[in-house]
């Protein structure tokens, strides 16, 4: 987003709410600070090194690489300490009583690193509209004008257009289209900010087209699909090609939740996920799911052509309360298997599933209190873990609350990246300041050990964050005592 | 015998003490001082209120502390209790058929002049073809009483005490009890005031029944403090209610505004799907019902920072809205319109997460660190809110983690044979290869100008994909190529 576009943005900004009849305008202001050792590149002699070839150890551990004819062997190590504190602020407003169902909405984000050296990701681009639109609303219809976000089986996507939504009790259908902008960023496929980090960025823009629609299936279920294709704005090729479906239904006790994205293009499903929940008691509910899931890469990046393969997963889920609902407790686990590569060796396998379980509880010996428990493990492909966090809470009211927890990582095996254990401590704590004010901030303490001479970047580590939230008006038609939750 | 002699005497004193206690007046020792009713009671069959009841100069006659000792017996002040009954026009018709005071007021099997309260099964005596018994169902209590707020000369204590209908125990009856009539408005006026509604009723004010009922200081003092009941209708239990209990409050909001304030709706309703039931239902008062407390559970609390409330509304009873897992897998309900997100959602709700940044905490702590082994098995879905080409890959960068152009230092390398393994590791995790590698470290090898080695997959479709993007072809190869 350039500055001109945010001073005609801000200029049109006090017009639309002098004209209107109402207007909730809402902030959010959000600070994180991290110390982090980033990686550097280091290197010894070769005589420090023991062992032969070209991988060989250090004295702590430590795996370097000697190329044959280089005095030196290299490998990374921490560096010094770097602070990345990325501050956002989040401002919202919403106007409407314009004319009869004409209302405009706008959420911009400023963004800041305050710290030095290490810039947290995207706080180079200061300025940011997440969406901006006017509309027009009617019973049967409602139309949009401006930067906006699409929402459906495909996921979220904004862009700059229009679009027509036709409703008619339940079922909706709603035609879009406009200047795609990169899903995630905010900004234009051939904007600064995806060129300044690939090095093959695409060279044209793109406009996305798209229809969606939802109807019930009688008063127990619904369905709904999108069509959304992202075209080239040379028209000489698609940058995507996607249909998704979904359904929710709910029979004999069960919810059925059916999920589909197929990528056109390639005839390939990305994902497919069929899930039942059901609670055979007050006390007592289960969930299994099973799905497939294969990545899904814009038709601008080579990575669709590398072939990627799916897995299947199989996920299931229990989980208990008592009568009070003052002691919970859940198991979950999952087990997922690769398809067939066709690549690498077979003297040389790779891992081609993975599997995951966890368990938790939480108790609340009085209102005010909550003790809670999680142990999950992760055992796959890539990167498997042990994760173990416990911790307290106190809300003695509804408007404050403090808390404090304990947390233990184990790093088992990452591609021999970031190997190792951690330690951690953790308080946290918010307060209702004002009925539409409230803040909420942690801090943290971490304690890193690294092990397998792997390079991993020392994460004993010092972390805060505070976040301030208020809202001033309200929406429409609602009164105030509405929106106690964002 | 001596022991027999006290039982008979106490056995006298206690009838005695109980004519006392019903009347007031120990009847039954002056029978032979008066041998008629109207002796005492002249103004009862005649309807005159000054001579109902005996002057105390007509005890003093002889009890003047000379003759007889003295007493201190006073005309009781007669009170309006919950009878709407008339002496005089029960007198008449018992002259014409009859029959005497003690029809009512004596006691069968006794002495003249053993007296006692009429009894309502005497009433149903005679008024039996309207009632099956006295607190039956299908009574008309106000043949026989005035309203509650009428009966003035009724003690707080009286109230509380009055007996409560069997139909009124029934688990149904508190959700499903409203009159339907005015005639059974009026039977309910019998015991009940208006703040006996106003206890659970948020909507009191606006509701014609209820408005009808008169105000009433001794039950206002009753029920003060007194915790409202909210059973659970037999409809709000039924499968699928939270889904579509929508339809139901927009087409009989009142029914809802019955038991629930605005406040039950807006623990859920944020968003403005709902507005226009909202705005229609009652908001609670202080001091007034507060209608049902509903608490948000959270989905799991340990995992999540707690939402603190806009304004203090302590909620005793917990609501579960989504299942446990829903922040990963709400795509289906939300893409289908199943649960209508906007109705309790502002859209700010969905932006928070799926806008990069996460204002809205959606990981668990320190998850920089722990985020490795979910983003392999991608628990979640991490396109649905980063993008991996700039927000992962541009931390792995500055963390040193990232690849950038030297492939000979770190990581993969250090292990054996990686240069075999990484093929298949590509193909498995190629999403999670993405956040580190640009697109040139591949074709480094992987293209017809590098090392010329295929990347493509057994099943790819070379043609297909190029007559949708020839040009995704072109970055590796010098012409498009075809399928063989």
């Known amino acids: 987003m350039n500055v001109r576009r945010a001073v005609v943005l801000l200029a049109l900004a006090p017009i639309c709410v002098a004209a209107a009849q109402g207007v909730r305008v809402s902030g959010v202001t959000s600070l994180q600070a991290v110390d982090l050792r980033p990686l550097v590149a280091d290197s010894v002699p ?48 919403v106007v409407w009583g314009l004319g009869q169902g004409i209302s405009a909405q706008a959420h911009v984000r400023a963004r800041a690193s305050l710290g030095d050296e290490f810039d947290w990701p995207h706080t180079e681009d200061a300025f940011d509209v997440i969406e901006a639109w006017g509309e027009f609303d009617r019973p049967a219809y409602r139309a949009r004008l401006g930067r906006q976000w699409t929402v459906g089986g495909l996921g979220v996507y904004n862009y700059d257009g229009a679009s027509l939504m036709l409703r008619s009790g339940r079922a909706r259908v709603e035609v879009f289209g406009g200047r795609s902008l990169v899903a995630g960023l905010n900004d234009p496929i051939v904007g600064s900010e995806l060129a300044s980090l690939n090095d093959l960025p695409p060279d044209e823009s793109g406009w996305l087209i798209g229809v969606a629609g939802a109807s019930p299936l009688g008063k127990r279920g619904a369905a709904g699909a999108t069509w959304q294709r992202v075209i080239r704005a040379d028209r000489a090729a698609l940058y995507s090609d996607r249909l998704a479906a979904n359904a929710s239904y709910l029979a004999v006790g069960t919810t059925f939740d059916f999920d589909l994205a197929w990528d056109i293009t390639a005839l390939q499903v990305n994902e497919a996920r069929l899930s039942l929940s059901r609670p055979f008691s007050r006390a007592f509910t289960a969930s299994v799911e099973g799905r497939r899931y294969r990545p899904f890469f814009e038709a601008w990046t080579i990575w669709g052509a590398f072939s990627p393969v799916a897995f299947d997963e199989a996920r299931g889920a229990v989980s208990w309360r008592n009568g009070t609902g003052s002691v919970s407790m859940d198991a979950r686990g999952a087990y997922r298997w690769y398809d067939e590569t066709e690549a690498g060796l077979e003297s040389s396998p790779l891992k081609g599933n993975g599997w995951r379980a966890g368990i938790g509880g939480e108790w609340r010996p009085r209102t005010a209190w909550l003790v809670y428990g999680d142990y999950d493990t992760d055992i796959g492909f890539g990167a498997s873990k042990s994760d173990v966090v416990a911790g307290t809470r106190w809300m003695p009211d509804e408007s404050r609350w403090i808390g404090a927890a304990v947390s233990g990582l184990q790093h088992i095996y990452e591609f021999r990246v970031g190997t190792g254990r951690m330690a951690g401590f953790r308080i946290e704590g918010g307060a209702r300041l004002a009925d539409e004010v409230r803040i909420a901030a942690d801090a943290a303490l971490y304690a890193h050990r690294r092990s397998g001479g792997a390079p991993s970047p020392d994460w004993s580590q010092r972390r805060f964050s505070v976040r301030l939230d208020w809202t001033v008006g309200r929406d429409p038609g609602v009164p105030p005592v509405a929106g106690n939750r964002p | 015998m001596r022991v027999a002699v006290i039982l008979l005497l106490a056995w006298i004193g206690t009838a005695g003490a109980q004519d006392n206690r019903a009347t007031g007046f120990p009847h039954n020792r002056h029978a032979r001082l008066f041998p008629l009713c109207e002796n005492c009671h002249a103004g009862i069959p005649s309807g005159n209120a000054a001579t109902s009841m005996p002057d105390e100069g007509l005890c003093r006659a002889c009890h003047n502390g000379t003759d007889v000792r003295a007493v201190d017996w006073r005309s009781p002040t007669r009170v309006q209790g919950l009878l709407r009954f008339s002496h005089d026009a029960h007198a008449r018709e018992t002259d014409s058929t009859g029959r005497a005071c003690a029809t009512c007021h004596g006691t069968p099997g006794a002495q003249r002049m053993t007296i006692r309260r009429a009894e309502p099964a005497t009433c149903l005596t005679c008024h039996t073809h ?12 106000s043949t026989c ?38 005639l059974a408005s009026a039977s309910c006026a019998t015991c009940h005031a208006r703040e006996s509604c106003a206890r659970c009723h948020v909507n009191a ?41 929508g339809g139901v409050a927009r087409a009989s909001t009142a029914r809802c505004a019955a038991c629930h304030a605005r406040a039950s709706c807006t623990t859920c309703h944020v968003g403005s799907g709902a507005s226009d039931v909202l705005v229609r239902m009652p908001v609670a008062g202080p001091g007034g019902a507060q209608g049902v407390r509903l608490r948000l559970q959270p989905i799991r609390a340990r995992a999540e920072v707690p939402a603190l409330a806009a304004r203090a509304d302590t909620a005793p009873k917990p609501v579960a809205v989504h299942n446990a897992n829903v922040r990963t897998t709400h795509g289906a309900q939300a893409s289908a319109s199943a649960l209508t997100c906007e109705g309790c959602h502002s859209r700010q709700f969905c932006a928070d997460c799926h806008t990069t940044e996460q204002p809205r905490r959606f990981h668990g702590a320190n998850f920089a660190q722990r985020h490795s082994a979910d983003a392999w098995g991608r628990e979640s879905s991490c396109a649905s809110c980063h993008n991996a080409e700039l927000f992962c890959r541009s931390c792995h960068r500055q963390s040193g983690l990232a690849s950038q152009g030297r492939l000979n230092v770190a990581f993969h390398d250090a292990q054996p044979l990686w ?34 080695v295929s990347p493509h997959g057994p099943g790819f479709r070379a043609e297909r994909q190029a007559s949708r993007n020839a040009t995704q072809c072109l970055m590796c190869h010098l012409k498009v190529p075809r399928s063989p």
Do not use: M
């Open chain 2, 145 to 182: 009483h005035v309203p509650l707020t009428a009966a003035t000369g009724l003690t707080s204590e009286r109230i509380a005490a009055l007996p409560k209908p069997a139909s009124h125990q029934a688990v149904a009856f508190a959700s499903a009890h409203a009159p339907l009539t005015q």
């Open chain 2, 419 to 452: 240069l075999l393994q990484h093929g298949r590791a590509a193909r498995q995790g190629l999403e999670s290869c993405t956040t580190c590698h640009a697109q040139r470290d591949c074709l480094t090898c992987h293209s017809t100008l590098g090392w010329g």
């Open chain 2, 205 to 245: 004010s606006t509701q014609p029944l209820i408005a009808a009922l008169a105000p009433d200081a001794r039950v206002a003092a009753l029920v003060a403090g007194r915790s409202a009941t909210y059973p659970v209708p037999a409809d709000h239990q039924a499968e699928g209610f939270d889904r579509s209990h």
């Open chain 2, 130 to 141: 309207r009632a099956s018994a006295h607190l039956a169902e299908d009574n008309r209590c």
């Open chain 1, 46 to 93: 070769v005589s420090e090194a023991t062992g032969t070839g070209p991988y060989r150890v250090l004295a702590d551990g430590t795996v370097v690489r000697c190329v044959t004819g280089d005095p030196w062997c290299r490998f990374k190590r921490s560096g010094t300490r770097a602070l990345a504190a990325p501050a956002l602020q989040d401002l919202r407003v």
